[in-house]
């Protein structure tokens, strides 16, 4: 470390200032452990501070919040407690032995040396080249959360005429935001055959606005030199190829994509970690990576739906991060050999993908979505071909993740557990289904 | 602008033009630069391969042999003088079968002949080591080592750039309409108006080089946009060596796949001939001809890392090779057709055109006393190491405020960019000199925080900053009828 470099040493750093951060930091802080948050942006809060519609905290304060209001509970206790946090500031680079190299316009170049890490940087948007969007590509084309930032946040109308692609909760939530702000929503297609978003975001957003949304369907060309000028959409068959002759064209003039969430994983590369297949770290029953005192909580390590969700997983891990950088960490009696935790029929994929240690075995939450929608299911927990666990589902979608505490006993179990979503293989009632929520 | 007219005016900002004018700016000589768009490097110079070929697959005698091959070679001097990173990581030719193995033997041969490094491998296991990622059907290559990779607009700013600091006049936004020859002096107006003389014109307008021509009454040759489609995938998710390329067949070098200056890679491009001169979009089956394509070279291709797709134009004419002549006008000459191999023989293309000026016009080529030999491009985060850049932020604290977190780009960086020789109009030219918006997210994050950076350092209202200048509107009017403004202060 050359000597013109500042250093300085704290329990836990937690890198971003979003819901998982803040709930993770207080968490930390609780227990005893000194905390930095690092955020990059002006403000705590993360991108909660955008989403000003309702619908947050139902499940966490028992009543329903905006996206800031959510975040604010969260700042407001930060700041009584002694948590140190550094806005502007960007981590630049994590080593698996937990070195943090941050830069801060003020506070210039420093290194942290860090008892514990909690990674926390959420996630991204999918992007149009990601899916392979043919057509121009003109001003005019936006992640659904870049045109939210920009009508939220910076006060500006990002055009008149709108095509939403895919019918994520951003997409259907900005389809409402767009038609508020006197922009005209001409459609929302999407390739699946079912909303790619929560039902009552399609209720709420699409239904009540009278907006189109057609499922099976992709863009297929997009016109404009400069600014979008049209959009063609066409039905796909069962390989994903577009059928001729059900092209609808649309006069417009913005195409917004809200086509899935990525993790943000770059830094979690950087100091070593094990990424995931579903682009989110591997972790342990403590939420700890591949790295020894490296922590995962929130969307950058699986992208959740509700955010009351993010602050329980971030929570956990505030306080095992804690716990591990005061050396009091509950993981202490490991297994010979870690237990893997694996997708079975119709899981996309579950967290955590290991067990590490006998301690905690009966309190492990297991987190998956599934891939399909399915109607009266089971899901059933195998190890080794033997069924250890079974719980009835009336309805799974992969738009909800499921969360289950199966009370595990280790002598139940082998070398491996398997998740399975299994029974009758049937396609949900979308409709069945919204009509027993509102009920 | 009633200015004396300019010796020499050269329209097309693309890297012919760029190439010829940095060439000619070390003479005493007024050169003009015109381009149609608000940024060089508009066309097609800014979507094609990024690949300096060997003079591999280029018909006997022709310009683009010769040219190409005498080209390579100037790379070497030129790039480090004007500060553009290039690479020769060399290029091979993947055969499949007997009849694609006779062809790259008669190439063989006639490279050898040209006098060009070249090695026919057929050993697997040599082939193997020279680029792991090949596919096993893959029975021989033909391995030219001193092919390389340039990223093409930067070539052109550079050279732009260069040409500046020695006295070029570079007019943006200028499209021609009609050009009028009085006193012996050419009168170039544009759509808007405005007027430029100029002694001699060079026509190095790409796809427009016939449209040029034809104000001049030369009518001696059309120009077919040939449109080639490509994606490119995220940085460092396929290592490789070398530039592949399938056996060419007689319409196409074929569908490569190849590794960028930035550690990304991209597939294609394929090749359609097509009515449309603006006809850059991609489409459905030209995608997946180019995916198909990549896949007979390569081993896979990494699911879901492609971060964009995009097409560029070949600027292709009937006869196959460069038109570098002069016109039936004296002082007019035209630089036309100039397809693959055109980045590559472009250092060359300007050393010819020098030439012609030479033989056919009265200037006299007096080299300038104060000419300004090389020129640096502007620092990058990339080039500090901690201990520099911890430096940087106490002296200037925007480099301490990352803006871009895919390519690392500060926002000292993008503010240096906005003052620079050719002045900062919208996001797309800040995104060709310092890549934010390049990297996976493609602007997601850091878009309108650009946005904003070049509000306030060039004094514009928000609204008005563009992606690409003209009508490309990022947004259009505040919400809740508030009042327009030019961004102020730091908090991007």
Redesign the interface.
Known sequence: M?D??QEIEIDVAVVGGGPAGMAAALEANKIGANVIIIE?D?ELGGILQQCIHNGFGLKHFKEELTGPEYAQRFINEIKKSNIDVWL?T?V?NITPTRFL?V???????IHLKAKSIILAMGC??R????I?I???????IY?A??AQ???N????????RVVILGSGDIGMIMARRCTL?GMKVLAVAEVLPYPSGLVRNRVQCLDDYNIPLYLRHTI????G???VEGVTIAQIDEKWR?IPGTEKYYDCDTILFSVGLIPEN?LTSQAGAVISSNGGPEIDEFLQTTIPGIFACGNVLQVHDLVDWVTEEAQFVGKNAGLFALDKFPGRKKLKKPICVVPGENVGYVKPERIEYRDEISNITISFRVKNPRSNIRTILTSNGKEIYTKRHRFVLPSEMIHLTPKLKLELIEDEIQINVVEKDQTVNIIEKELMEEK | MTKQPYDIAIIGGGVVGGAIAQRLSKYQLSIALIEKEEDVAMGTSKANSGIIHQGYFTTKGSLKEKLSLRSNTLFDEICPKIDVDFKRIGAIFCATNEKELKTLEGELKESQDRGVQVQLIQDPQKIHELEPQLNDSVIAVLHFPKAGIITPWELTIGLVEHSIMNGLQVYLGFEVAYIKREKQIYQINSVKGDVIQARTVINAAGLYADTIAKMIGDDSFNIFPRRGEYIMFDKNSMPLQKIIFPTPNVVSKGIVVSPTMHQNFFVGPNANEIDSKEGINTTTQGLNEILQGGLKLVKQLPFRKHITNFAGLRASTLVHDFIIQLSKLPHFINVAGIDSPGLTSSLAIAEYVEEILKNECDYKFIEKRNYLPTRKRQLRYSDLSESELAQKIRENPQWGNIICRCELVTEAEIVEACHGLIPITNTDMIKRRLRPGMGRCQGGFCLPKIMKIISREQGKIYEQVTKMGKNSHIVYKRTKNLCSEVFQGERL
């Open positions: 050359s013109n470099i990059r002006n502007r960007m630049i190299t830069i801060n316009p003020k506070r210039g170049l991204r948007e992007t149009r080249g990601a392979n043919p057509g121009m590509r003109p001003a005019g992640p959360g870049q930032r920009f009508i946040m910076e006060g500006y109308l990002p055009g008149n702000e297929i060309d997009i016109r030199k400069e600014r577009p770059e």
